[in-house]
């Protein structure tokens, strides 16, 4: 098969997500590999996201579905990959865009690395009202059997993700019973078995602003990380790591707390957590009035 024969299915879910959607899909149009269709999955929005869509209708590669009912986003996911009909799906989230080559830097490594069942880049963060990026990460991201380093090091983005479609044939699909970690565990679960392959330059923009569903839910992000976590931690191969995933759960919970008035507690997971940068900037924010803190999580969003 040649390569621009293959064709990539692109999934955008979508609920009241009209405010950055326009960019969203100007990065998709302007994509060099033109051989893809958008599956755009409405969840039941109250916006103005249809009508952004059916700007872009006259495209016969954009598709659109609407939800019979509002269902979590993995649920979401689940259901547009039904839509499908591509040899590849990739992911992108309403508030994020691409680099204008996303899709033909993924094609031309899949179509050299066989055995690689999925794949992830860099990103850039872009901060909307600072209107300024920075580069995700610095560290070099590996290939092939990545399964050690996400266990102690995860750095895939839902919107950097691109997986062949046969996965999805022969694996169970995200669990739609989580609202924020659905793509890590699933993720996870595919570097268990899989191969994938990164790319360290940055292919994305991640937009972080005052709406974020994550950044507005770090209490529901503790509660799922821990549901996994309980779930996974005595099996293999995630038995082997099982100190790193436990740290991490420390983290957030931290992080969910650092805004209450549980010092005491606070101030005991803290001191437990290990030794790194990151202990430092906790107990700084520890000795922050919760004023200050919340001051500057408005301003840095």
Not at 182 to 198: N, Q
Request: glycine share 2%; aromatic share 18%.
């Amino acid at each position: 098969m040649k390569l621009n024969e293959k064709k990539v299915s692109i999934i955008v879910n979508c609920y009241n997500g009209g405010k950055y959607l326009k960019n969203c899909l100007d990065s998709i149009k302007k994509q060099s590999y033109r051989n893809y269709e958008l599956i755009f999955w409405d969840n039941k929005s109250q916006d103005n996201s249809k009508e952004i869509f059916l700007n872009f209708i006259d495209d016969k590669r954009f598709k659109y579905f609407k939800s019979d009912s509002h269902t979590t986003l993995y649920e979401a996911r689940n259901l547009a990959i039904e839509k499908t009909s591509g040899d590849y799906i990739a992911f992108l989230d309403t508030d994020d865009w691409w680099v204008e080559d996303y899709l033909l830097n993924r094609i031309k490594i899949f179509n050299e690395k066989e055995d690689h069942i999925f794949s992830f880049s860099n990103c850039y963060h872009y901060f909307q009202r600072k209107k300024k990026k920075k580069v995700f990460t610095k560290t070099i991201i590996p290939s092939g059997d990545i399964f050690e380093f996400l266990s102690k090091n995860y750095l895939v983005k839902i919107s950097c993700l691109m997986i062949r479609k046969q996965v999805f044939i022969n694996e169970k699909k995200f669990n739609k019973n989580f609202s924020i970690i659905g793509d890590f565990e699933f993720v996870m679960r595919l570097a268990a078995k899989y191969k994938g392959f990164s790319i360290n330059k940055p292919q994305a923009y991640i937009r972080f602003h005052s709406q974020n569903f994550l950044s507005n839910n770090r209490g529901m992000f503790y509660d799922e990380y821990k549901s996994w976590y309980e779930a996974v931690k005595d099996i293999e191969p995630y038995i082997i790591y099982k100190k790193y995933y436990k740290n991490y759960l420390l983290y957030l919970k931290i992080v969910k707390n650092i805004l209450k008035d549980k010092k005491k507690e606070l101030l005991s997971d803290i001191l437990r957590y290990p030794l790194s940068l990151n202990k430092f900037k906790l107990f700084f924010l520890f000795l922050l009035p919760k004023k200050i803190i919340s001051y500057l999580n408005e301003k840095y969003y």
